[in-house]
């Protein structure tokens, strides 16, 4: 494969709060500083939260992201090839490098031929990342669902390897689930033990995404179903009787499991307890869908899951992901793309997920050639060292169309 190296020039941007909001805009983050991770005329780069992103000792920062030749459509930007990059920040995000991979997702086409895992992964070694596909998204269409590892941070990868009989559990094939739809979210328990979340959907039936948690106990050998997060209608899960509040009309309302679950973020708690925060989607037949993002906890290690709070509204045109971390006092963070007003936004749960504080906006002023869509977001967030968080996310301005950014801020 052509290896491409792009080095990207550093724009530091500073902004304070501002007193004047702009109809009902949020207030925004103090003292960001913005840089530029990726940006190239005739391309769009987009989309972190489909291709990971990890932080390793030092505050080396690696993100993955989706490098196309620009087109201007009807929806995206962006024509084939969609190629898996990454980019690495070796300063703690203030200044990057970008490249395409070498045996990495992607390069093999969108059903490769899958290994097993003979030898069985160290999730504990320095160095470890862990790149999940799968299938509905741009750069990857593999309902089977596989992986790559690296051990040094990124620079070299292990793959493609399979996950097993997935498809064939009792635990899908019994709800009419049949396509794989995962991106990487996944917590190491210790070196032979990884909870992986996945979701999976009806083949042909938009937006039936559910999502659920796999387990490891050798390494990566074989996989086990662990239990539903948000499962799908008729199937008892605790999450089944809790109803999401989208509408004035609460007889309108819909169960959760009526609604989309796809794309977690999941943290593990010091004491042992699981958050994993959820893009939810509602489609309203004759009118707008609804878009937003909650928060289930599990103490049983991933086996049972409650409902614990709705965090946000991201807008409509499809609605927007969450990026999850834990700052260094053992908040949660969370990010996302708001689509109705364009902007990248932050908040934050000091009672492990229960309440969540007012939004702030970390990115505005979204600008691009045809503006019918506030194509942005997608993001990846991490904790530096010295307590700083590190957002990871596309966004198009007048300056730089479709590009790849970084926020940095004091949370």
Known sequence: MKYFFYYTTTALLFFTSCNEHINDKPEYAKDTQHTIIYSQQGRFA????????????????????????????????????????????????????????????????????????????????????????????????????HFFYSYDVGKTWKGPYGFGDVLNWSELTSAGLNELTPR????????????????????????????????????????????????????????????????EDAGKNPDADECRAVMSQSQK???????SVIRRKFIVKGGDDKHWIDAYTSTDGGKTWNFLSEI?????ENGNPPALALTRDDRLCVVYGERNQGTIRTVYSADNGKTWSQ????????????MQL????????????????????????????HHLR???WQP
């Open 359 to 370: 939004p702030q906006i970390l990115m505005d002023g979204f600008w691009s050639e045809d």
């Open 46 to 145: 987009g989309w972190p939260a489909n291709c990971a992103a990890f932080i390793f000792n030092n505050d080396e920062i690696v993100t993955g992201f989706i490098e196309a030749p620009y087109k201007k459509t009807d929806g995206h930007n962006a024509e084939k090839p969609y190629l898996n990059w990454l980019a690495r920040s070796i300063d703690g995000g203030k200044t990057w490098t970008a490249a395409d991979p070498e045996n990495y997702a992607g390069d093999f086409g969108d059903k490769p031929e899958l290994r097993s895992v003979d030898t069985s992964i160290n999730y504990s070694q320095p160095g470890f990342a862990m790149r999940v596909v799968g299938a509905g998204y741009h750069g990857a269409n593999d309902g089977r669902a």
């Open 374 to 401: 506030n194509d942005l977001g997608y993001p990846r967030v991490v904790c530096r060292s010295d307590g700083k968080m590190v957002a990871m996310y596309y966004y198009s301005t007048k300056e730089n169309p």
């Open 312 to 316: 946000a509204d991201t807008g409509g």
């Open 184 to 247: 990487t979210d996944y917590i190491v328990n210790d070196s032979s033990n990884c909870l992986l979340f996945f979701s999976a959907r009806k083949k042909d039936e938009f937006a039936s995404d559910r999502l659920f948690c796999i387990e490891t106990n050798d390494g990566g050998k074989t996989f086990h179903f662990s239990g539903w997060v948000v499962g799908p209608a008729g199937i008892d899960t605790a999450g089944k009787s809790v109803k999401v509040n989208l509408f």
């Open 406 to 408: 970084a926020t940095i």
């Open 269 to 275: 708690l010091h004491d042992g307890t699981l958050v």
